[in-house]
Every structure is written in structure tokens, then in C-alpha cells.
């Protein structure tokens, strides 16, 4: 498989934004593949907790191994906010 992708930061003075393109071999050696698009919306911090947890986190849900990807995918999604929003509560306190 071939894939590509193209960035520009646009009219901000630096890149919040990242991406993945990422392929991981399973235990029973079937192969997946994560591409995605993570928007920094001003920030980049939250963004690379996402890029670091996400994949990780939809491999583990229950749902992915059930082939519900869609469920694992925000299963993991809601997860991987939720550990990022209280990190970074306890930073800010």
C-alpha cells in the first residue's frame, strides 16, 4: 500500500496540527492500519496526547476485537479525551 499526505501551517505562526499513517501487526498477524488528522485548534498539547494514545487505545477496546471498529473508535476516542482533560486539569490546578 502507497499512501501520501501534504501540510501547511496556513496563516498561524506555527504547525498545531499532526497526522498518522501508521501500520501495526496484530497478535494472530493480521495487519492495521491508522491514518487520521488531528487539528490542534489552537494547541498542540492535546494533540500529541492523541497522536501518542489513540491507536494504542482502539486496539484495546473490547469492540475492536469484536470487529465493531466504529465502537472501538470512539470508545477509545472518549477515553483518550477524558485521560487528557484530567492530566491536564491536574497541570493547570
Not at 2 to 17: A, I, L, P, V
Not at 20 to 36: I, N, T
Not at 65 to 93: E, L, R
Request: aromatic share 12%; hydrophobic share 40%; glycine share 8%.
Amino acid at each position: 500500500m502507497q499512501y501520501g499526505w501534504y501540510s501547511t501551517k496556513g496563516h498561524r505562526w506555527s504547525q498545531e496540527d499532526m497526522h498518522v499513517a501508521e501500520f501495526r501487526e496484530l497478535a494472530q498477524g493480521d495487519c492495521v492500519g491508522c491514518f487520521a488528522i488531528y487539528d490542534g485548534h489552537g494547541g498542540r498539547k492535546s494533540v500529541q496526547h492523541v497522536h501518542k494514545h489513540l491507536f494504542n487505545a482502539i486496539l484495546e477496546e473490547p469492540a475492536f476485537a469484536q470487529g465493531d471498529v466504529a465502537a472501538a473508535i470512539s470508545a477509545a476516542y472518549h477515553k483518550v479525551d477524558a485521560a487528557f482533560t484530567a492530566s491536564y486539569s491536574k497541570v493547570s490546578q
